[in-house]
């Protein structure tokens, strides 16, 4: 069982910046790929983007990329989501995943094993 606890979400200007973290428990961390989707009212969680295991590779969404920015620090059990060039589009609900699948083009919300509680991010125009 892993648990994920997101936190870093809040208010930005457009063109602000935001880190979001997501700090997991258990002892096999490095065994799954991590990723981060979002999800605004009324619509379908939207992936963003996925790290493999070890960090060596890693996937974005074409509207989030060279944006934002995932990494990981297994010796934390953590991981992160940069975002830069934040604009009123981004703002959400941003949600941490982890998934036992050993590849990175994860989409599908059913392919993910675990989900943390959201954090909300506002970027104000």
């Known amino acids: 069982q892993v648990q994920l606890v997101e936190s870093g979400g809040g208010l930005v200007q457009a063109g602000g910046s935001l880190r979001l973290s997501c700090a997991a428990s258990?002892?096999?961390?490095?065994?799954?790929?991590m990723g981060w989707f979002r999800q605004g009212p009324g619509k379908e969680r939207e992936f963003v983007a996925t790290i493999s295991g070890y960090g060596r590779g890693t996937y974005y969404a074409d509207s989030v990329k060279g944006r934002f920015t995932i990494s990981r620090d297994n010796a934390k059990n953590t991981v992160y989501l940069q975002m830069n060039s934040l604009q009123p589009e981004d703002t959400t609900v941003y949600y941490c995943t982890a998934t036992t699948a050993a590849y990175l083009r994860v989409l599908s919300t059913l392919d993910y094993n675990y989900w943390g509680q959201g954090t909300q991010v506002t970027v104000s125009s």
């Open positions: 258990g002892r096999t961390f490095s065994s799954y790929t």
